[in-house]
Structure formats: C-alpha cells, structure tokens
C-alpha cells in the first residue's frame, strides 16, 4: 500500500484550518500521516488547527515563531517526517482543503496504476465566476512536453511526488538569488524541475477536482511578495532545466559499491 505524507502549510487562516485538517480526518485512505506547519501570523491559527487535529496521532504540528512561508515550511517538515524514497509527499494549503474524502485514494491509486513518479491536478474554487462555473477545472500538459519553463504552467494542485524525485532537486533550485527559500511561486519552483526530470510519460493528471480552492480569504496585498513573485517568475526562465530521468535513480550507497 502506497504510504502518503501530507503536509500543510498554514498562514493566517484560522477561520478555515478546522475544515482542511477535518477533511484529512475523514478520507477513506488509511495509510496516511500528516504535518501541519504554522507560521506566526498574529491570529489563532494554531490553536484551531490544535483544536481540528486532538486524538489523531496521525497529525504532527510545529508553531513557528516567526513567519517562515511555504517552500521553508514544506522542506523542514519533509526532513522532520524522514519519509522512504517510495513514500509520496501531498502538498496542501491551510486555508483549503479536500473536496471529496476519497482524495488520498484516487492519488494512491493513480501511482499503483500507473507506476508514475508526480502527479498533478484540478481543484474546484469555492466561489463562482460571474459568468457561471467554478475555477479550477485545469488540462494536462501536451503529450511530449519537454518545455515546461516556457509553456503555460500547468502544474497546479494538488501536487504530489515520490520522495526519492524530491531528492533529486537542488536546494539551492529552491531559492532565490539572495539564498533565501522563496517565499512565493513555490509551486512553479517545485514543480517545474520535477517535470523535467519525469516529463509527461511519468507524470500524471488527475482530472477530478479534489480539492477545494478557497478564494473566500482577502489577505492584505504586499507589494514585496508581488514584486518577488516576478523576480521568481524570471528566475525560473534562466535557471538551467534538470534532465530527464529514464529510471528512478541508484541510492548512493548502492552506486558506490
């Protein structure tokens, strides 16, 4: 059975944790383990989400005590959780969550089916466009896709990936120029590479919107994110793309002998 490590990153979002980590709770999957990093926001996030998670030893929380945003939260809590290489790391925001309780099974699923190595997706947002319809509903890549720095980003949530393909990024990849983790556009930092390096053949797409965006929270715009969210956008064109990879592969231990 397929082994999956969810990991939440919360910002100011106390209004909404109770629902994300309860829809972690009820998923019919039950092979699963989640870590919740809260950043410090001015606000009571943690103890919602204290309060969502008590009696479910499945849940590990951290409370940072200044604000650290996603791409530090996502790598120290994946070094915290010491996942195996085979193990997938689900990627889920504070302020969402799953809209189906059979979420973690369709992706569990989609890996032993396919044998593939990331997975991305279509959420549904909770709030409907004025012309009718929800956001979300998102294509796959093009089969063959080999560009994914120029092309449209496609990559969207929910996000998945085996543990041994995140291994294989850089985390100097991760940051900006300035040696910092991002704070923004961790998603396209993420998965960019991780889509080279298995291209279309080994990633799949879930077309089932399993996830619910929440577009409800109307957070105060800072214009420092703005402007290094373009800086990142930049930085992603001219970094150098990561080969593809045909096999998962060798451990070190094992190549070295």
Same mark, same amino acid.
């Given at each position: 059975m397929t082994k999956l490590k969810v990991y939440i990153n919360c910002g100011p979002c106390a209004e909404f944790v109770g629902k994300c980590i309860t829809s972690v709770?009820?998923?019919?999957?039950p092979d699963w383990e989640a870590w919740v990093t809260v950043d410090a926001?001015?606000?009571d996030t943690y103890t919602h989400a204290a309060r969502a998670a008590r009696g !479910?030893?499945?849940f590990h929380l951290r409370r940072n005590q200044t604000r650290k945003y996603s791409m530090h939260n996502l790598v120290?809590?994946?070094?915290?959780?010491?996942?195996?290489p085979?193990?997938?790391i689900v990627c889920l925001d504070g302020d969402d969550w799953f809209s189906d309780r059979n979420a973690l099974c369709i992706v569990a699923e989609t890996y032993e089916k396919f044998n593939c190595w990331v997975t991305y997706g279509s959420w549904r947002s909770n709030v409907p466009r004025l012309t009718g319809g929800y !956001?979300?509903?998102?294509p796959a890549y093009p089969e063959g896709t080999t560009d994914f720095r120029h092309h449209r980003f496609l990559g969207t949530a929910v996000r998945t990936w085996k543990k041994w393909l995140w291994d294989c990024l850089k985390d100097e990849d991760l940051r900006s120029d300035s040696g910092e983790y991002v704070r923004v556009s961790e998603d396209q930092m993420i998965m960019i590479p991780l889509l080279e390096m298995c291209g279309t053949q080994k990633a799949r797409h879930i077309a089932a919107p399993i996830m619910t965006y929440n577009k409800v929270p109307q957070y105060a715009q800072?214009?420092?994110l703005n402007r290094e969210g373009l800086r990142n956008g930049e930085?992603?064109?001219?970094?150098?793309p990561y080969m593809r990879l045909l096999a998962k592969p060798a451990p070190a231990d094992a190549a070295a002998d």
């Open positions: 709770r009820e998923q019919s999957y926001c001015g606000d !479910d030893a499945r120290h809590a994946i070094q915290r959780s010491r996942p195996e085979e193990d997938v !956001d979300g509903l998102w800072d214009e420092s930085l992603i064109e001219r970094r150098t």
